[in-house]
Nanobody, 124 residues
Framework: VQLQASGGGLVQAGGSLRLSCAAS????????LGWFRQVPGKEREFVAA????????KYADSVKGRFAISRDNSKYSAYLQMSALKSEDTAIYYC??????????????????WGQGTLVTVSS
């Protein structure tokens, strides 16, 4: 599956931003979807994930209550709604996919299809 992330930009602290991930190729509903982020010079970190079917979600502690991941299988798309943004949320955000036979969320290491990143900058 091919992925393309979009929606990044510059936003003030406390503001909101919605990232989108458009997919093409293999049947979208066979994949769990995830969002990861990376600050230059640091390791990429997990942000959020959603299962392939019934919408089971998982979040990093740092974004719980502020970010919401969702998907629309009919549109081959996934989203990350980010609210109450903080300067420490500044990063390049990547969407990723993991082929799944089950309805659970796989470990981060299972995400092996990646889109290009989209830059989110939160000004304080």
């Amino acid at each position: 599956v091919q992925l393309q992330a979009s929606g990044g930009g510059l936003v003030q602290a406390g503001g909101s931003l919605r990232l989108s991930c458009a997919a093409s190729g293999r049947p979208f509903n066979q994949y769990a979807l995830g969002w990861f982020r990376q600050v230059p010079g640091k390791e990429r970190e997990f942000v959020a994930a959603i299962s392939r079917g019934v919408g089971i979600t998982k979040y990093a502690d740092s974004v719980k209550g502020r970010f919401a991941i969702s998907r629309d299988n009919s549109k081959y798309s996934a989203y990350l709604q980010m609210s109450a943004l903080k300067s420490e949320d500044t990063a390049i955000y990547y969407c990723a996919a993991a082929y799944q036979r089950t309805l659970t969320i796989p470990p981060s290491t299972s995400f092996n299809s990646w889109g290009q990143g989209t830059l989110v900058t939160v000004s304080s």
